[in-house]
C-alpha cells in the first residue's frame, strides 16, 4: 500500500476538527516524536490510518461510515489544535 502523507487528507481532517489540522502538532504515544498531523503517513483501507513518521506507529484511526466519522487517536499522547 502507498503512503501519503497527512496532507492528503486535510479536507478529511477539516471535516472532523472543524479547521485545517494540518499543522497541528502532535506527540507520538510510541516513540514520544512531534510532528504535525501533515507529516504523518497516511494508508488508506477500510478505514485512513495516520502512522508516525519516525517509528511508523499507529497514531489515528478515522472511520467514515454513513456520514459518522469515528475517531481512534490512542496512538497519540497530546494533540494540538489550533483555535
Ligand atoms: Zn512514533
Known amino acids: 500500500m502507498t503512503a501519503l502523507d497527512g496532507n492528503a487528507i486535510a479536507g478529511m481532517l477539516q471535516t472532523a476538527f472543524g479547521q485545517d489540522m494540518t499543522a497541528a502538532p502532535g506527540t507520538c504515544a510510541g516513540c ?6 501533515g507529516q504523518a503517513r497516511v494508508y488508506r483501507g477500510a478505514g485512513t490510518v495516520l502512522r508516525c513518521p519516525n517509528c511508523e506507529g499507529v497514531l489515528m484511526v478515522i472511520i467514515e461510515n454513513g456520514g459518522v466519522m469515528g475517531i481512534d487517536a490512542q496512538g497519540l ?4 489544535v489550533p483555535w
Open 32 to 37: 514520544g516524536a512531534a510532528s504535525r498531523l
Open 77 to 80: 499522547t497530546d494533540l494540538h
